[in-house]
């Protein structure tokens, strides 16, 4: 393994005449990974503030919200896998090249999107390449940055990129919602030809040579959108309808085959060395939770403050704005903290705050005053900064670097199921409209269970060792 590693690697050692000195060339890496996670995480939290304006303006109804935002996040859970095993075959500087393309094509398709349906298929576009960029992103910061300390550090900045997305994100869509939804598409174009210019600039990446893993792939989309395409539309059809019933038999089949199929193939899309890693187990596992709570509360409460509280999109935007910026503030502190007090303590932390923000908010009085909700979501913020930096930074250190477009795969797949599922599950519980405060309270308690499963899940975790905190 570690002379495939360096054989990869010698094929690059070479740097080409004229090319940029090696630190700037990491810095144009770690722009670009830090430009691709701003834009992939804007257009996840974006959207929701528009919600209400899309469906006046194209029409549809509960299901079609749904679609408009899971048409991204389940093409992006469905492909990453692929994408991880992609970057690591291609190597990770053309691979990203190749997500921002696409993802800006979408980007446009979505902002001239004449009706539902074509928004729709677009969103489906712009979250494959979003499932190119983004294990791509965080390959090219692995194979530029090869110390642990150093890298742990710039995963905080790559961090960075998805905090101010958060942090903006409502705001932003809350205004250029006043002029127009389709702005919040069109705003991607600049910022991916800036991404292209920069990745110009970065040095080539290994690759790996390996054989595509089709029948690996092909389960896997068909697990994803047949569980995920049945959580939705049980919603407003009921769990006894044919079709229901229909998608979540062939997702879970499908779910069936794809294990037999990772364990018995030569070249599995999720190499076993992975599967057996307690470090991608456990990443895994909080990628999913994480999601479930910071992305299902801003879909649950975006709705409920407008539908029920009479909030514009942009005054929603704003009662998000303490809970995204907690995560700005903090995000440039986390590598250094947890160099001190080790990584596990952080995400155990970051999980137990959001659990105890989502029960709080789901305790509340339906009369409570909003900027009390505000507040409470600044719990739930708490949990990307304690959480992402860290997890990332051990999921790298815990792979080889051969594979690190691989593990990034496995880590974001099990962050968009967990998206994914909760639009779907807490917008069948928001579907019928005489039962909608009941549920948002058990969208919220549910979630915080999630997080409660988590942070114990974190103690799992091998403690960041002192040697990689002080490496000689």
């Known amino acids: 393994m570690l002379n495939e590693e360096m054989s990869v690697e ?14 700037a060339r ?38 079609g919200l749904q679609w408009i ?73 692995g194979h530029a940055f090869p110390d642990p300390i150093r890298r742990a550090r710039a995963v905080a900045v790559w961090a960075m990129g998805g905090a101010i997305a958060s942090t903006s994100g409502p705001v932003i869509g809350g205004l250029l919602n006043l002029v127009s939804w389709r702005l919040i598409f069109l705003i991607n174009l600049p910022a991916g030809i800036v991404a292209l210019i920069l990745l110009a600039r970065a040095s080539p990446s290994p690759r790996r040579e390996a054989p595509f893993d089709w029948a690996g792939q092909t389960t896997a989309v068909l697990a994803m959108g047949g569980i995920t395409y049945g959580v939705i539309e049980a919603g407003t059809l009921g769990l006894a309808a044919p079709q229901v019933i229909a998608a979540l038999a062939v997702g879970v089949a499908a779910l069936v085959a794809f294990a037999f199929v990772q364990a018995r193939v030569r070249h599995p899309m999720v190499p076993r060395e992975l599967v057996r890693s307690r470090a991608v187990a456990v990443a895994s596992a909080a990628g999913f939770a994480f999601m479930v709570g910071n992305y299902g509360l801003p879909f649950v409460m975006s709705l409920y403050l407008q539908q029920h509280r009479g909030l514009t999109s942009f005054e929603t935007g704003t009662v998000f704005l303490p809970m995204m910026l907690i995560g700005f503030v903090l995000t440039p502190f986390v590598a250094r903290i947890a160099e001190r007090f080790g990584a596990k303590p ?30 409470l979501m600044v719990l739930v913020g708490l949990c990307g900064p304690l959480v992402v930096p860290p997890i990332s930074g051990v999921l ?35 579907a019928d409209p005489a039962h909608f405060q009941a549920g948002v309270t058990s969208s919220l308690v549910g979630a915080a269970a999630v997080g409660l499963l988590a942070a114990a899940a974190s103690r799992f975790l091998t403690q960041t060792t002192q040697e990689e905190r002080n490496p000689t």
């Open 10 to 23: 010698a094929r690059y050692s070479v740097i080409p005449r004229g090319a940029p000195p090696r630190d």
């Open 69 to 141: 935002v899971d048409g991204y996040t389940l093409a992006f859970a469905a492909l990453l896998l692929s994408a991880g095993a992609l970057s690591d075959r291609l190597g990770a500087r053309r691979s990203f090249g190749v997500g921002v393309a696409l993802f800006v094509a979408a980007s446009l398709a979505c902002g001239l999107a004449p009706g539902l349906g074509a928004l729709v298929a677009a969103r489906f576009l712009q979250g494959a390449g979003a499932a190119v960029m983004m294990p791509s992103s965080m390959a090219l910061i």
């Open 396 to 430: 790298l250190n815990s792979v080889p670097r051969h594979l690190s477009g691989t593990a990034s795969g496995v880590f974001h797949a099990s962050r968009q199921v967990g998206g994914a599922l909760a639009v779907a599950v807490f917008g069948a519980l928001l």
């Open 26 to 63: 990491r810095t144009a890496a770690l722009s670009a990974s830090v430009l691709g996670f701003f834009v992939i995480t804007l257009d996840a939290v974006v959207v929701n503030v528009a919600l209400p304006s899309m469906r006046a303006d194209l029409g549809g109804g509960m299901a």
């Open 346 to 375: 952080l995400i155990a932390l970051g999980f137990l705050s959001m659990a105890a923000g989502l029960v709080a908010i789901a305790l509340l009085p339906s009369d409570a005053p909003v900027w009390v909700i505000s507040g």
